[in-house]
């Protein structure tokens, strides 16, 4: 049995598929080690919906996005906020990704075999003003494919590279210690789970049958956050944003524990921004769920009435799709884990859409025939129309006191008052009987007409949602949803980890959602961790958070997608003069 490599990567996610094919690319050989079984292959961004941000894209130009690397910075800095010390790489990891969006980030993954959906989506739309949160234009570029789209090509030079001798893929062995000789990170020892025939996603056992201990010249850890870790969810959880839920829906499978946190604190790793987490209040219970606690997340378009747990409208610019950790601050305040989303057959038809590969089979299987059903169909997707058949958060009625009965009824909490109800829904609707309003979110609405996409495909014609028209009437309960760590270990512009004194940790790298970015991001979608952070990983080791490093300037040329030289003579998998 193979025991020693020149690099050990620790998690087969995106990151560590990034990390191994750029490696083995190199010539040099990899372990690729994970607690899943091999079916799990890919990890969490196989499920994601393969949200890419991207900066003056071709596809951004097509639909006449006048977008730059300057006004992306400016929208991402809005977003973060850093405001503390430990800030320093993270704003610097920043200004490195969003040059290499705007820059390179697009041929290359052309050059992986990713297509692009032509439609650019505006996620996180903002409302606070120019400086504030929020994408100032659409930059939410799908994958065509979703998640599935952007693992399989680096899955599939992995298992080319096992062919060759390359990489060695260890599943089912857990790591539980770092091996640390002389300050040098050297390799790793752990556990070897029992195998396991449990469909990707599902929980698997941790009966433990024998244990490993491997060597390398190099450790990369990509062994993704922490989101199916509540308890860790709740011990971090920002006092900034009230207190946190006692009921959580899951956006991630179990295995997501972060594990390998504390497990690198112990071999000196420092982390840092353990508070910060992107967390949805958007996610409902999936109907046919894979792993405990399934959550689905509403990708909403603006035009849902938002509801607190007591009947009353969330304030402006909490609107559907424009705010995520504001709307989180402003529920947390509130006192119940839930919230209400009220709307119309016509709105879900045109603006609901669910995250999540297997809720897109039109994208993720490539289907433009199914796609453009999406778009030009009577119904809603077929996956969103069986969330509201079968859904337990949905309700439907022809009349809003029914509705408002079964949302009662379905809380058990009684706490919306009809008249309260009636009262929002009727002022909301009266604002649409001349074509201005000074209701801001219908403003909003019309505004996101003016974007060819949203009218397209993501936003529906303003109506009044008592038209019987455009019924029947609907609720969505909503709940919190985990997903994704902003925080994590600290490193630097080549992935290196850091120790609590700053100072790199010889052979230790991190990459993807384990490394620690710790600000909120203008679109938070999993993807571009696990391809940025790993691609600078594998330079000095390759891309695997969204912010493959550009290094430093909107100008500045990215790295092919090979290990650096450099790298590689540190690590003695070189030699001077070859």
């Given at each position: 049995?193979?025991?020693?490599?020149?690099?050990?990567?620790?998690?087969?996610?995106?990151?560590?598929?990034v990390?191994a094919?750029?490696?083995?690319a190199?010539?040099?050989?990899?372990?690729l080690?994970?607690?899943?079984?091999?079916?799990?292959?890919?990890?969490?961004?196989?499920?994601?919906?393969?949200?890419?941000?991207?900066?003056?894209?071709?596809?951004?130009?097509?639909?006449?996005?006048?977008d730059?690397?300057?006004?992306?910075?400016?929208?991402?800095?809005?977003?973060?906020?850093f405001d503390?010390?430990?800030?320093?790489?993270?704003?610097?990891?920043?200004?490195a990704?969003?040059?290499?969006?705007?820059?390179?980030?697009r041929?290359?993954?052309?050059?992986?075999?990713?297509?692009l959906?032509?439609?650019v989506?505006?996620?996180?739309?903002?409302?606070?003003?120019?400086?504030?949160?929020?994408?100032?234009?659409?930059?939410?570029?799908?994958a065509?494919?979703?998640?599935?789209?952007?693992?399989?090509?680096?899955?599939?030079?992995?298992?080319?590279?096992?062919?060759?001798?390359?990489?060695?893929?260890?599943?089912?062995?857990r790591?539980?210690?770092?091996?640390?000789?002389?300050?040098?990170?050297?390799?790793?020892?752990?556990?070897?789970?029992?195998?396991?025939?449990?469909?990707?996603?599902?929980?698997?056992s941790?009966?433990?049958?024998?244990?490993?201990?491997?060597?390398?010249?190099?450790?990369?850890?990509?062994?993704?956050?922490?989101?199916?870790?509540?308890?860790?969810?709740?011990?971090?959880?920002?006092?900034?944003?009230?207190?946190?839920?006692?009921?959580?829906?899951?956006?991630?499978?179990?295995?997501?524990?972060?594990?390998?946190?504390?497990?690198?604190?112990?071999?000196?790793?420092?982390?840092?921004?353990?508070?910060?987490?992107?967390?949805?209040?958007?996610?409902?219970?999936?109907?046919?769920?894979?792993?405990?606690?399934?959550?689905?997340?509403?990708?909403?378009?603006p035009?849902?009435?938002?509801?607190?747990?007591?009947?009353?409208?969330?304030?402006?610019?909490?609107?559907?799709?424009?705010?995520?950790?504001?709307?989180?601050?402003?529920?947390?305040?509130?006192?119940?884990?839930?919230?209400?989303?009220?709307?119309?057959?016509k709105?879900?038809?045109?603006?609901?859409?669910?995250?999540?590969?297997?809720?897109?089979?039109?994208?993720?299987?490539?289907?433009?025939?199914?796609?453009?059903?999406?778009?030009?169909?009577?119904?809603?997707p077929?996956?969103?129309?069986?969330?509201?058949?079968?859904?337990?958060?949905?309700?439907?009625?022809?009349?809003?006191?029914?509705?408002?009965?079964?949302?009662?009824e379905?809380?058990?909490?009684?706490?919306?008052?009809?008249?309260?109800?009636?009262?929002?829904?009727r002022?909301?609707?009266?604002?649409?009987?001349?074509?201005?309003?000074?209701d801001?979110?219908?403003?909003?609405?019309?505004?996101?007409?003016?974007?060819?996409?949203?009218?397209?495909?993501?936003?529906?014609?303003?109506?009044?949602?008592?038209?019987?028209?455009?019924?029947?009437?609907?609720?969505?309960?909503?709940?919190?949803?985990?997903?994704?760590?902003?925080?994590?270990?600290?490193?630097?512009?080549?992935?290196?980890?850091?120790?609590?004194?700053?100072?790199?940790?010889?052979?230790?790298?991190a990459?993807?959602?384990?490394?620690?970015?710790g600000?909120?991001?203008?679109?938070?979608?999993?993807?571009?961790?696990?391809?940025s952070?790993?691609a600078?990983?594998?330079?000095?080791a390759?891309?695997?958070?969204?912010?493959?490093?550009?290094?430093?300037?909107?100008?500045?040329?990215?790295?092919?997608?090979?290990?650096?030289?450099?790298?590689?003579?540190?690590h003695?998998l070189?030699?001077?003069?070859?």
């Amino acid at each position: 049995m193979q025991t020693e490599a020149d690099v050990l990567i620790i998690g087969a996610g995106l990151a560590g598929l990034v990390a191994a094919a750029e490696l083995a690319a190199a010539g040099k050989s990899v372990l690729l080690l994970d607690q899943e079984p091999e079916q799990n292959m890919g990890g969490q961004a196989f499920w994601s919906f393969g949200g890419l941000f991207l900066v003056d894209s071709p596809e951004q130009r097509r639909m006449r996005i006048r977008d730059s690397y300057e006004l992306a910075l400016s929208d991402w800095l809005g977003n973060a906020d850093f405001d503390r010390p430990e800030d320093l790489w993270p704003r610097r990891w920043a200004e490195a990704y969003v040059g290499w969006a705007a820059g390179e980030k697009r041929s290359w993954l052309q050059q992986m075999g990713i297509k692009l959906f032509p439609v650019v989506g505006w996620a996180e739309r903002g409302g606070y003003g120019a400086r504030g949160p929020g994408n100032s234009v659409p930059r939410f570029h799908v994958a065509w494919g979703t998640g599935t789209g952007v693992v399989a090509p680096f899955s599939y030079r992995v298992r080319e590279a096992v062919k060759k001798g390359l990489v060695t893929l260890k599943f089912r062995h857990r790591v539980t210690e770092l091996t640390v000789k002389n300050g040098v990170v050297t390799g790793a020892r752990g556990e070897v789970l029992e195998p396991s025939a449990a469909e990707r996603g599902a929980s698997t056992s941790r009966v433990v049958v024998g244990d490993f201990a491997f060597r390398a010249r190099a450790v990369i850890v990509t062994a993704g956050g922490i989101g199916a870790n509540h308890e860790l969810v709740r011990r971090n959880w920002p006092a900034r944003l009230g207190p946190p839920p006692a009921h959580m829906l899951s956006g991630v499978p179990e295995h997501v524990d972060g594990l390998m946190l504390g497990i690198t604190q112990m071999a000196g790793g420092h982390v840092i921004n353990e508070d910060r987490m992107w967390h949805y209040v958007e996610g409902v219970q999936n109907w046919n769920p894979i792993w405990p606690r399934h959550g689905i997340r509403i990708l909403p378009g603006p035009s849902s009435l938002w509801l607190d747990a007591r009947g009353c409208r969330l304030p402006g610019p909490l609107y559907p799709g424009f705010d995520t950790l504001g709307t989180l601050k402003h529920l947390r305040q509130t006192g119940y884990d839930y919230s209400w989303f009220i709307l119309t057959q016509k709105i879900i038809r045109h603006e609901f859409a669910l995250s999540g590969s297997e809720q897109n089979p039109d994208l993720t299987n490539k289907s433009w025939r199914q796609t453009l059903g999406r778009a030009f169909g009577k119904g809603a997707p077929a996956p969103v129309e069986a969330f509201k058949q079968y859904g337990a958060d949905f309700l439907v009625r022809n009349t809003l006191p029914e509705l408002v009965q079964a949302m009662n009824e379905l809380s058990g909490e009684n706490l919306l008052d009809y008249a309260q109800v009636e009262q929002e829904v009727r002022a909301r609707d009266l604002q649409l009987d001349n074509p201005f309003s000074k209701d801001a979110q219908i403003t909003a609405i019309r505004g996101a007409r003016n974007y060819l996409g949203d009218k397209l495909i993501r936003t529906a014609p303003p109506h009044k949602l008592l038209d019987p028209t455009k019924g029947p009437l609907i609720a969505v309960r909503l709940h919190v949803i985990t997903r994704k760590s902003l925080g994590g270990l600290e490193t630097d512009l080549s992935g290196r980890v850091l120790g609590s004194a700053g100072q790199p940790i010889p052979g230790l790298y991190a990459a993807g959602e384990i490394a620690g970015f710790g600000g909120a991001a203008c679109t938070a979608t999993g993807p571009w961790k696990a391809l940025s952070w790993a691609a600078a990983c594998t330079r000095a080791a390759l891309p695997a958070r969204p912010w493959p490093r550009c290094w430093g300037s909107a100008q500045a040329t990215y790295p092919r997608a090979v290990v650096s030289r450099e790298w590689l003579l540190q690590h003695g998998l070189a030699q001077a003069g070859q």
